[in-house]
């Protein structure tokens, strides 16, 4: 079945603009070429044991050609943007510029979008980095959904940092998609320099009743001493699909904090991998709330190649209706990585007979001097709290809603700097909870 | 090496005792596999029509299934046309009692400590002993008799009581469950069966012991234990095999079956040649165990101490069908050297209101790899199911692995489940405390080694919480049990 | 006879840093000396290399005790002759009970010494008796050792062992560090209950309130790896008024 489907995107590839490098044009080969092999990843791979992206085979999502519908993109933008931020705004997977803000920015700092960049780099020297950035492999589980974005990408966001550049502001990112069957294929490079320090806020969004596909990889390179907070706000519309990857490699005494919240879309996949060198470091803190039929699906992977590094993960799972989550961990510690300090835990409220929660975190460990722990709890609210806030007189639904948000806003309190005006975007969904 | 390295080394580096080969006359099928064969093992055992039947769709099943290769093991392809499918001492043809029984095995298994003579005096163990492919003896067979309780071969089970076999055979492992399972569904030889009636709780301990001897054989025993209403049993096992550099094959199956109210307490020793400090030799340990809790308020417990074969693959599993049954799991599992372990556990829960606890010890030494893979699934029947997993791996020396893979799948909102795991090695300072304090290092590592595993020894029945402890090599403080 | 222990000319190293620059210290049966310092000042290495852990290099110096090289001996070797150490952070050891790992140290300093082992049930009352004393509750005998203990419970149980085990040279590291004065008081109450003229005490610490419960004999003051000045109780007072910053300077300018 897949391999017929899956051939209607590879039959509607087409060579890209002649403007794109020549070494650009074999990666989308090479990729293609793979993608045709195997298709989109199947449930009998262990790494996609429970997501089944079958209704994504079964329709052709095609990509937009012409100008992009910025009309409609702006109100989308505004119901999420961050104040006082510079941003890029791509709208189904094109850049537009008179919606980006990127006045004032410091010197050392390149914020373009990929595609510009890709058209000039022969000229400006950005070659040499771009196609090393493009080219290095995304090491760990290689699958379908890489090879598609690779072979198949139109743009994406570049975000440079010069050493020792700490960034004041954030940077948003904006993922908008508006056409219904259309899809997005994004590839955002992030590199930060020595000692340089920035955060990044990628921001998906569309319109609730259009059904559409995202695909967006973000390539992240952290170097010696530097820190990144990413946060990804993924709040597709109800029909959507959906699938982030981020991999980031970070240097000695690096920083890379991972903040997620997944609050749309109808099937989707977040993917987040990151490899520690000495003494780096990486939070990951992500929330998940699902309703109706959506699926959500969070894979992590930590890889500790070197000493001293330390890891911390902490999802939380919120499942209603006929939802269904998934959470998939695995910390991996080589045999060179001692005195790693890693610990991944992964908490789900359950509040529906129909909800489903599969979860799945494991501990690969090949070094023996080291401190790990993972824990899992699936439950339901606690009935003495529900009944305690009913004995002070709140009703039953409000308590149980304060409840959920309270679970859902311990891991919105780690998210560093950005955590107030996050914590807005949460209790959106939980009018009753203030 | 650090001095913990060097000290468990010591310790672990013992020789494998039970490694002899016993020099007898065997009855053994040349190597292959096809239908004659599993039509020469048939009549070999004088089954009826049905067995044939079941053995054939079971290995027509088999040839359409691919080697499983999910779990963290590596190992050369195993050819299954290189293995001889039967062997048996010639002498065994249904021995009366003991007397009847071929001296040198029981010389055998007085080497491997299981008296046999000895045995049936003390009240305490009623044993059958299986050699290569046949049960050579059971012991108390009258005794057990008296209270009801079938306790014999699966040979004779077949034959004797072959409505008992029909009824339940392949009723929690179907013949086509797994790969292994289809194959051992094919060629099983023999293996134990148990049956205690209702209301009877079986007066004593039943206990296999299993031996593999002829080289170039594999061992696909097959244990079937089923407890009507009411009945309870505790039932041992334990495996040895002799030191070769060749890989054997041993594919067991083995189903539990509790009705309303029954328990089956199931405990294993797993000691089968782990191969040499160089990885050469050993037994591939591929083993389906699982335990049906069919009636209501049913419990099935699993208890293993794993030190043996170069390869382990084996998820004793409890489907927990009847309401507010109970399934468990205690297991420590150690590898040292070049072995490799994937084991773990299984944890149905259908029925309302049922429990599951899993506790798992690995320790892993040497080059080793040590993974622990355990499912817990809690359907949307089993209203208020309860689940606490605790994992804890335990390294020694910087070239092994521990691993661990828990997959949980929850489809009912009020269950509750917990998972905790955790990973460390022997640190220094532990044992520089306990030197401080007087202890000499190999006692300091045994102490912490035996506090680790403690949790899953004092589920053993006594007589192997001694044999567990004399496998690790460890001094077990007072008061095991 | 009348010198239990002789440090001279101690130098040590941890990981190819000078720590100890030559200590010199005696210490006779009965005496309690105290050992004062700011951070780093190398005290927590004294402890340590008079108890033998590994991964600290004894350059230069000799360390006589009872008569004997302390040095060339192991660890447990140095508990089975009778020194002891608390420790300033006490180690868990999960899964092994307090109980258990006492009986095996104390059978195990009793067999060295050519004596039987005791029966289950006499050290059942002597442990008993100890834990009174330093105010532990008995379940904490059949707890792992320091498994989920605070940081007090912690260092009573470093004096619950020393009281059982009696040894001749007691070493405090620090083991006053981190306490309320309650337990302070328990400590120092465990100390005095176990002075006697065959016994001494090496009392290494940051703080001089210890020293407000347990009266020295004998006070160091250890900076920059030697020990700088030497003196009576009063000199803790001393320095209880000026801080140690006017030895460090002295220390430093030497």
Same mark, same amino acid.
């Given at each position: ?192 320099? &020595? ?128 939802? &269904? ?88 309190? &780690? ?20 | ?60 099943? *088999? ?65 059958? /002993? ?30 004797? !009581? ?78 040895? /095999? ?59 417990? *699993? ?99 521990? !691993? ?14 917990? !998972? ?62 | 006879?009348?010198?239990? $222990?002789? =440090? ?111 029966? +289950?049930?006499?050290?059942?009352? $002597? ?30 149980? %470093? ?24 337990? $302070? ?7 005095? +209950? ?7 005490? =090496? ?34 007072? %001393? ?9 460090? +300077? +002295?220390?430093?300018?030497?």
């Amino acid at each position: 079945m897949s391999a017929l489907s899956h051939s209607l995107y590879v039959d509607s590839y087409r060579e890209p603009a002649t403007n794109e490098p020549a070494w650009l044009s074999r990666l989308r080969r090479q990729a293609l070429a793979r993608f045709e092999a195997s298709g989109f990843p199947s449930p009998r791979d262990e790494e996609w044991r429970y997501t089944h992206v079958a209704p994504i085979e079964r329709k052709l999502f095609t990509a937009a050609t012409g100008s992009a519908d910025t009309d409609a993109a702006e109100a989308l933008i505004e119901s999420c943007r961050i104040a006082d931020a510079w941003s890029l705004v791509f709208v189904d997977g094109m850049f537009v510029p008179e919606l980006s803000e990127r006045h004032g920015l410091p010197a050392g700092v390149t914020l373009e979008s990929l595609a510009s960049l890709l058209a000039l780099s022969e000229a400006d020297g950005n070659a040499a980095w771009l196609e090393s950035g493009l080219e290095r492999e995304t090491e760990s589980d290689r699958h379908g959904f890489l090879d598609f974005n690779t072979a198949f990408f139109t743009d994406g966001a570049v975000l440079r940092l010069e050493e020792g550049v700490a960034l004041e502001k954030p940077v948003q990112l904006f993922f908008v998609s508006t056409r219904n069957d259309g899809r997005a294929t994004l590839r955002n490079l992030i590199r930060i320099g &020595r000692n340089a320090e920035a955060r990044v806020v990628e921001t998906h969004v569309g319109p609730p009743e259009t059904g559409y596909l995202g695909t967006v990889v973000n390539q992240i390179e952290v170097a010696d001493n530097g820190g990144l907070n990413h946060y990804k706000l993924q709040l597709d519309g109800g029909r959507a699909y959906h699938f982030g990857g981020s991999y980031a490699r970070v240097a000695r005494d690096g920083r890379f904090g991972h903040h997620l919240l997944s609050l749309g879309g109808l099937l989707v996949r977040n993917e987040v991998h990151a490899r520690l060198g000495h003494a780096a470091q990486t939070e990951m803190n992500g929330v998940f709330l699902s309703e109706n039929r959506q699926h959500v699906d969070n894979h992590i992977r930590v890889d500790h190649d070197e000493p001293h590094g330390s890891s911390r993960v902490s999802y939380r799972g919120i499942l209603e209706d006929r939802s &269904r989550g998934v959470f998939q961990g695995r910390i991996v510690v080589h045999a060179d990585a001692q005195k790693t300090d890693a610990e991944m835990n992964n908490r789900n409220l359950l509040l529906s007979d129909d909800a489903e929660i599969d979860t799945k975190p494991q501990l690969e460990i090949h070094a023996d001097d080291v401190k790990c722990a993972h824990g899992v709890t699936i439950g339901q609210l606690d009935p003495d709290s529900v009944f305690y806030l009913e004995s002070r007189g709140i009703d039953a639904a409000t308590a149980r809603e304060m409840l959920t948000f309270a679970f859902a806003a311990e891991i919105v309190e &780690r998210f560093g700097p950005l955590r107030e005006r996050l914590r807005g975007l949460l209790l959106a969904r939980f009018p009753n909870a203030q | 090496m650090s001095a913990t390295a060097e000290t468990l080394d010591r310790l672990i580096k013992q020789d494998y005792k039970p490694g002899f080969v016993t020099e007898l006359e065997t009855d053994t099928l040349p190597p292959g596999l096809n239908e004659d064969v599993i039509r020469a093992i048939s009549k070999k055992k004088n089954e009826p029509e049905f067995m044939l039947e079941w053995r054939l769709s079971a290995y027509r099943h *088999w040839l359409t299934m691919m080697e499983p290769h999910w779990a963290f093991v590596e190992y050369a392809p195993v050819d299954y046309q290189a293995i001889s499918y039967y062997s048996a001492p010639k002498t065994t043809d249904h021995p009366k009692s003991l007397d009847e029984v071929d001296p040198k095995l029981l010389e055998t298994y007085n080497k491997l400590g299981i008296p046999l003579y000895e045995q049936e005096k003390l009240a305490g163990v009623a044993v059958d /002993a299986v050699f290569d492919s046949v049960s050579v003896a059971t012991t108390f067979k009258d005794k057990l008799a008296q209270a009801g309780v079938i306790f014999c071969s699966m040979s004779e089970a077949i034959e004797k !009581h072959p409505d008992l076999v029909r009824q339940y055979l392949g009723s929690v492992v179907p013949a086509g469950d797994n790969f292994f399972a289809a194959l051992n569904s094919a060629v099983f030889s023999d293996g134990s069966f148990v049956y205690i009636p209702k209301g009877v709780r079986c007066p004593m301990e039943l206990s296999t012991y299993f031996r593999i001897n002829a080289a170039k054989t594999g061992q696909f025993e097959r244990t079937l234990i089923v407890a009507d209403e009411g009945s309870y049993v505790s039932y041992l096992e334990g495996c040895t /095999a002799p030191m070769r550099d060749e890989n054997q094959l041993h594919a067991a199956v083995v189903e539990l079956v509790a009705l309303e109210g029954a328990q089956i307490k199931y405990s294993t020793v797993q000691n089968w040649y782990p191969g040499d400090e160089e990885g050469r030799g050993g037994i591939y340990n591929f083993v389906t165990k699982r335990g049906d809790c069919r009636g209501a308020r049913s419990k099935i417990s *699993w208890t293993q101490v794993e030190t043996g074969s170069a390869i382990t693959w084996k998820y004793p599993s409890c489907i927990l069908r009847g309401d507010d049954s109970v399934g468990e799991f205690y297991s420590v599992a150690v590898t040292n050297h070049r072995q490799q372990a994937d084991t773990g556990t299984k944890m149905i829960h259908i029925g309302k209101n049922t429990k599951s606890t899993i506790i798992s010890k690995g320790i892993s030494a040497g080059r080793a790899q040590n993974s622990y893979r355990g499912l817990v699934k809690i359907l949307k029947s089993a209203e208020n199911a309860r689940n606490y997993t605790q994992c804890d791996s335990l390294l020694i020396g910087d070239r092994c692995g521990a !691993h661990t893979f828990p997959y949980i799948e929850v489809k009912q909102p009020s269950a509750q489940v917990e !998972h905790e795991a955790t990973t460390s090695k022997i640190s220094e300072d532990q044992l520089f405390f306990c030197q401080q304090r007087g202890l000499s290092a190999e006692d300091a590592v045994s102490m912490i080694v035996n506090g680790f595993c403690k949790q899953v020894f004092k589920e053993l029945p006594m007589e192997f919480a001694v044999e567990a402890q004399a496998l690790l090599g460890i001094s077990l403080e007072g008061s095991v049990g | 006879m009348n010198t239990l $222990l002789r =440090i001279e000319n101690l130098h040590a190293r941890v990981d190819g840093k000078a720590i100890l620059k030559g200590i010199d210290l005696t210490v006779k049966p009965g005496e309690v000396h105290a050992i004062m310092g700011p951070n780093g000042s190398g005290k927590s290495t004294l402890s340590n290399v008079l108890a033998g852990r590994s991964g600290y290099e004894v350059t230069e110096g000799t360390v006589t005790y009872r008569g004997q090289n302390l040095l060339d001996q192991p660890p447990e070797q140095r508990a089975r002759e009778g020194v002891f150490l608390a420790f300033q952070y006490p180690v868990e050891i999960p899964g092994v009970s307090n109980i258990y790992l006492l009986k095996a140290a104390y059978n195990a300093i009793r067999r060295h010494r050519g004596l039987n082992e005791v029966d +289950a049930l006499d050290f059942l009352k $002597l442990v008993k008796e100890k834990t009174r004393m330093v105010d532990l509750d008995e379940q904490f005998l059949y707890r792992g050792v320091n498994e989920g203990f605070s940081g007090g419970e912690k260092k009573r149980n %470093e004096i619950l062992q020393m009281a059982i085990l009696e040894p001749t040279l007691c070493i405090l590291d620090e083991t006053d560090s981190g306490l309320d004065i309650d337990a $302070l008081k328990v400590v120092a109450n465990g100390v005095n +209950a176990l002075r006697s003229p065959e016994r001494a005490f =090496i009392l290494v610490t940051h703080y001089q309130r210890l020293l407000d419960y347990i009266k020295p004999d004998h006070v160091h003051v250890l900076a920059h790896g030697r020990i700088v000045r030497s003196g009576d109780a009063s000199l803790a007072h %001393e320095l209880e008024r000026k801080g140690y910053g006017w030895i460090e +300077a +002295a220390a430093a300018g030497a």
